[in-house]
């Protein structure tokens, strides 16, 4: 499975358009990746999910170069409540589910 | 919406117990699973459960077992707790759809073993 290298926190200001970018050199040519977010205290949340280009969703838009070794997960317009941990999986189409890895995330800290 | 829920947000124990930690999801989800979430370690995999009766290891199983014998319910029991198994425990159900899998988790329990 690939290995996925993101930063390990960030910081922005409210309003501010926010990319954390995720290294994955090693996909597979199945693989998908995935964005979810995390809360103090709380269980991760889906964000976002795509294989090649350009996905977006009412939340925030995902960018897959062509070679799909990296991905950007862009939020637009941070505010305070988007303070989180940041994670990117990457997983195998037709689901490994057992072989999904969290890693530790990046953590975003908004300020006023 | 989908939703998860673990029978208690905190928990404390003492050594030796045995420690049933409960999860419901409500959306007929196949997949189960149950991860634990320590600083600096990210979520680890302990087990997960693709269909009633049926589980898999995870990346740590030590010290764990599951049981699922409802399709909507899926079971975490530590047989002799540890202070090494206090930890922030996620279950989380999922949904394949188009060959991509997302998962849901619950709040989650905050275990404290002494």
């Known amino acids: 499975l690939a290995k996925t290298t993101q930063p390990i926190s960030m910081d922005s200001y409210e309003g501010q358009e926010v990319n954390i970018t995720c290294s994955h050199n090693n996909i597979a040519t199945n693989d998908y990746i995935t964005w979810y977010q995390q809360f103090p205290s709380q269980g991760p949340r889906f964000i976002i999910q795509g294989y090649k280009t350009k996905v977006t969703n009412e939340v925030a838009s995902l960018f897959i170069p062509a070679d799909r070794k990296s991905s950007t997960l862009s939020l637009p317009r941070v505010s305070l409540s988007d303070t989180a941990v940041y994670y990117c999986l990457v997983a195998p189409t037709g689901g490994a589910t057992n072989k999904l890895i969290f890693g530790t995330g990046t953590l975003l800290a908004v300020q006023p | 919406d989908v939703k998860v829920t673990q029978s208690s947000r905190y928990l404390v124990k003492r050594t030796g117990e045995k420690v049933f930690l409960e999860c419901v999801q409500d959306?007929?989800?196949?997949?189960m699973f149950w991860y634990r979430q320590d600083p600096g370690l990210g979520l680890r995999l302990i087990y997960f459960s693709y269909d009633v009766k049926m589980k898999e290891k995870g990346d740590i199983p030590e010290g764990y077992s599951v049981s699922r014998e409802k399709k909507e319910r899926f079971s975490l029991i530590l047989e002799s707790a540890s202070t090494n198994q206090t930890s922030m425990y996620l279950c989380?159900?999922?949904?394949?759809?188009?060959?991509?899998?997302?998962?849901?988790f619950g709040p989650g329990t905050r275990l404290l073993v002494l």
């Open positions: 989380a159900s999922s949904i394949l759809a188009g060959g991509q899998e997302t998962q849901y």
């Open positions: 959306m007929d989800h196949e997949n």
